[in-house]
């Protein structure tokens, strides 16, 4: 069951203790909004998609669960990529602990019972700051939705290739992410 949200302003927001229980929480339209706690296809493929982003470092860093802050919004994707060179870091050379900027790429995995248009705005808010790349998976229907800068977002089903961020040499398509949901199979 998703918290009916609650008006408030953003600092007042990120100064609550709530916001840092699970399900997380959100800041958007002056409102803190719980996600839907994750099912078990959804912590499939973001585990299974971590472990396949991480060949992208060092370029990148992927993460999952990163409370991003920025543009009066503060969103927690499923995974969040990030370029090393724009990460905030404090004096000791260390990531600091409040990431106030739009991630490079934001992937996020459609619960059931998850406002999709909820998600979607979060993306288009991702991409009106900087983000190149934005994928809504949607396991139930078994396709993704690719959001970039200044274009139509496009569904990719089955053998089609999915776009990446362009210095990444990492090829997967949606029929690729969704056999990681086939278990007892060799991945």
Same mark, same amino acid.
């Given at each position: 069951?998703? @918290?009916?949200?609650?008006?408030?302003?953003?600092?007042? #927001?990120? @100064?609550?203790?709530?916001?840092?229980?699970?399900?997380?929480?959100?800041?958007?339209?002056?409102?803190?909004?719980?996600?839907?706690?994750?099912?078990?296809?959804?912590?499939?493929?973001?585990?299974?998609? *971590?472990? @396949?982003?991480?060949?992208?470092?060092?370029?990148?860093?992927?993460?999952?669960?990163?409370?991003?802050?920025?543009?009066?919004?503060?969103?927690?994707?499923?995974?969040?990529?990030? @370029?090393?060179?724009?990460?905030?870091?404090?004096?000791?050379?260390?990531?600091?602990?409040? #990431?106030?900027?739009?991630?490079?790429?934001?992937?996020?995995?459609?619960?059931?019972?998850?406002?999709?248009?909820?998600?979607?705005?979060?993306?288009?808010?991702?991409?009106?700051?900087?983000?190149? *790349?934005?994928?809504?998976?949607?396991?139930?229907?078994?396709?993704? *939705?690719? #959001?970039?800068?200044?274009?139509?977002?496009?569904?990719?089903?089955?053998?089609?290739?999915?776009?990446?961020?362009?210095?990444?040499?990492?090829? *997967?398509?949606?029929?690729?992410? #969704?056999?990681?949901?086939?278990?007892?199979?060799?991945?």
């Amino acid at each position: 069951m998703v @918290a009916t949200p609650v008006q408030l302003s953003l600092d007042s #927001f990120l @100064a609550s203790d709530y916001i840092e229980t699970s399900p997380a929480w959100e800041y958007l339209n002056n409102a803190a909004v719980q996600k839907p706690m994750p099912k078990f296809r959804h912590s499939i493929l973001q585990k299974r998609l *971590l472990f @396949a982003l991480t060949a992208i470092e060092p370029q990148y860093l992927a993460l999952p669960e990163l409370r991003c802050t920025f543009g009066d919004r503060s969103i927690v994707p499923d995974i969040t990529v990030i @370029a090393f060179e724009n990460i905030q870091l404090d004096d000791y050379g260390e990531p600091e602990d409040n #990431f106030t900027k739009a991630p490079d790429w934001s992937l996020e995995i459609l619960s059931p019972n998850q406002n999709v248009h909820r998600v979607v705005d979060n993306l288009l808010h991702c991409l009106k700051f900087g983000t190149q *790349l934005g994928w809504l998976i949607d396991p139930g229907d078994r396709s993704i *939705l690719v #959001f970039k800068p200044n274009q139509e977002p496009s569904i990719f089903r089955d053998e089609q290739l999915l776009p990446i961020l362009p210095e990444i040499t990492l090829e *997967l398509t949606p029929q690729t992410i #969704f056999q990681w949901l086939t278990l007892g199979q060799k991945q």
